[in-house]
């Protein structure tokens, strides 16, 4: 044991060309919200095939802007799935929104379709949409309620970026949609984000907003032939996007097909090494047509028939120095929600007593997964006493 290595949850690949990139920057006395966001946005509207992308300091800072120019206000309901990261939720709760929870689908572990209908009221504005693990949600069926009721759909698409639904890639709809760049994502820039409008006005108003509600931003404020001029035109946040983190997903996104592919090896070995252990539900490919998953998480249930639980997988794990993790616990079980908006969530509760999210990145070697497999095929089969 005192050999092996700690296999952490999650590991960035960053390539060496970063630090070339960052130095470039750095070099050219212009470190912020510049020429590299520029390219940086430019670059992703041609992966997604959509114009009008604006970069900004993350996910979180993305979904108030999305939730923003949506014109959603104080009071009005909002449907979203409990089972998603808290950002996706508190930040409607802080522009004084009403979250509606919503149960989520048995097997894609998306929102429901099927749970959505019986919760719209008159107060109802918008429904939110999350990706989750990089699966695509059924989004003509979600389409269809919200032609329906006349309501807004916005896409969290925090785990999805290159997630492919029905051929066209996430992002590519008409909903406003918000990429994540954290970290531990699939794609990252330390901190970042990106909302993807649809229009001109809508990419204009999610500009302003991201720079203290001023109607010019900061390089065209000090570019040489500049105006000093600049107008609140209402008070807006300061969620921009700056260079130094643009250039690490510069670096990154030449190699964004090697890491898909990559990370398809890591999840097919999982599968094949886990497909026979009937105590475990393995997570599966999208059930539509033309449609791929991103694999930001490879997550399994464990069943109640396991010699294990859960919790007792993650303990045995971690003692075996491996890291893993759970999402998530769900937002209507959290201290501050579940006082407010008391529902039952029926196969929200059950898979999220049951998962757990493997590691999953592209340095991570195939000794490694047969070893995750290995404990876990023993630790479901015969308990860990
Ligand atoms: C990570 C995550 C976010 C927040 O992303 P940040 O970039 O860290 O703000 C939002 N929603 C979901 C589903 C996430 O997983």
Not at 200 to 226: L, V
Not at 241 to 255: E, K, N, T
Not at 330 to 358: D, F, M, W
């Given at each position: 044991?005192?050999?092996?290595?700690?296999?952490?949850?999650?590991?960035?690949?960053?390539?060496?060309?970063?630090?070339?990139?960052?130095?470039?920057?750095?070099?050219?006395?212009?470190?912020?919200?510049?020429?590299?966001?520029?390219?940086?946005?430019?670059?992703?509207?041609?992966?997604?095939?959509?114009?009008?992308?604006?970069?900004?300091?993350?996910?979180?800072?993305?979904?108030?802007?999305?939730?923003?120019?949506?014109?959603?206000?104080?009071?009005?309901?909002?449907?979203?799935?409990?089972?998603?990261?808290?950002?996706?939720?508190?930040?409607?709760?802080?522009?004084?929104?009403?979250?509606?929870?919503?149960?989520?689908?048995?097997?894609?572990?998306?929102?429901?379709?099927?749970?959505?209908?019986?919760?719209?009221?008159?107060?109802?504005?918008?429904?939110?949409?999350?990706?989750?693990?990089?699966?695509?949600?059924?989004?003509?069926?979600?389409?269809?309620?919200?032609?329906?009721?006349?309501?807004?759909?916005?896409?969290?698409?925090?785990?999805?970026?290159?997630?492919?639904?029905?051929?066209?890639?996430?992002?590519?709809?008409?909903?406003?949609?918000?990429?994540?760049?954290?970290?531990?994502?699939?794609?990252?820039?330390?901190?970042?984000?990106?909302?993807?409008?649809?229009?001109?006005?809508?990419?204009?108003?999610?500009?302003?907003?991201?720079?203290?509600?001023?109607?010019?931003?900061?390089?065209?404020?000090?570019?040489?032939?500049?105006?000093?001029?600049?107008?609140?035109?209402?008070?807006?946040?300061?969620?921009?996007?700056?260079?130094?983190?643009?250039?690490?997903?510069?670096?990154?996104?030449?190699?964004?097909?090697?890491?898909?592919?990559?990370?398809?090896?890591?999840?097919?070995?999982?599968?094949?090494?886990?497909?026979?252990?009937?105590?475990?539900?393995?997570?599966?490919?999208?059930?539509?047509?033309?449609s791929t998953h991103a694999w930001h998480l490879f997550t399994?249930?464990?069943?109640?028939?396991?010699?294990?639980?859960?919790?007792?997988?993650?303990?045995?794990?971690?003692?075996?120095?491996?890291?893993?993790?759970?999402?998530?616990?769900?937002?209507?079980?959290?201290?501050?929600?579940?006082?407010?908006?008391?529902?039952?969530?029926?196969?929200?509760?059950?898979?999220?007593?049951?998962?757990?999210?493997?590691?999953?990145?592209?340095?991570?070697?195939?000794?490694?997964?047969?070893?995750?497999?290995?404990?876990?095929?023993?630790?479901?089969?015969?308990?860990?006493?």
């Open positions: 044991m005192k050999n092996i290595k700690y296999i952490p949850f999650h590991k960035p690949t960053i390539p060496k060309e970063v630090i070339t990139s960052i130095k470039g920057s750095l070099d050219s006395g212009w470190i912020t919200t510049g020429p590299k966001v520029k390219r940086f946005e430019k670059a992703l509207s041609e992966i997604i095939t959509k114009n009008n992308i604006v970069a900004t300091s993350s996910c979180t800072s993305a979904l108030h802007t999305a939730y923003t120019i949506s014109d959603i206000n104080k009071g009005d309901e909002v449907i979203v799935p409990s089972f998603t990261f808290c950002s996706t939720i508190n930040m409607l709760v802080n522009i004084g929104a009403v979250p509606i929870f919503v149960d989520i689908d048995e097997n894609s572990y998306c929102i429901d379709p099927n749970d959505i209908e019986h919760r719209i009221t008159k107060k109802t504005k918008a429904i939110v949409v999350v990706h989750y693990a990089g699966m695509p949600a059924d989004m003509s069926k979600i389409n269809k309620i919200a032609k329906k009721y006349k309501l807004i759909i916005i896409e969290d698409a925090a785990h999805a970026f290159t997630s492919i639904y029905k051929g066209k890639f996430i992002g590519s709809s008409k909903n406003l949609t918000c990429f994540s760049f954290y970290a531990t994502k699939n794609f990252t820039t330390a901190e970042g984000g990106a909302i993807v409008c649809s229009n001109i006005k809508q990419e204009n108003r999610a500009r302003i907003f991201i720079n203290h509600g001023i109607s010019k931003n900061a390089s065209t404020r000090y570019a040489q032939g500049g105006t000093y001029q600049y107008d609140v035109l209402s008070p807006g946040y300061k969620y921009n996007l700056s260079d130094i983190h643009a250039s690490i997903g510069l670096s990154q996104l030449p190699y964004q097909k090697v890491f898909r592919k990559q990370r398809l090896n890591i999840v097919n070995r999982y599968k094949n090494g886990l497909i026979n252990n009937n105590y475990l539900i393995l997570p599966t490919d999208p059930p539509y047509p033309n399994i249930q464990i069943l109640p028939s396991s010699k294990c639980t859960r919790d007792e997988l993650f303990s045995f794990l971690m003692q075996n120095k491996i890291g893993t993790s759970v999402h998530y616990i769900p937002n209507h079980l959290q201290t501050y929600y579940k006082g407010k908006n008391k529902v039952h969530l029926p196969i929200t509760e059950k898979i999220a007593s049951r998962i757990i999210s493997l590691p999953l990145y592209e340095s991570l070697s195939n000794t490694n997964v047969d070893r995750i497999i290995k404990l876990i095929n023993y630790a479901t089969k015969n308990g860990i006493k």
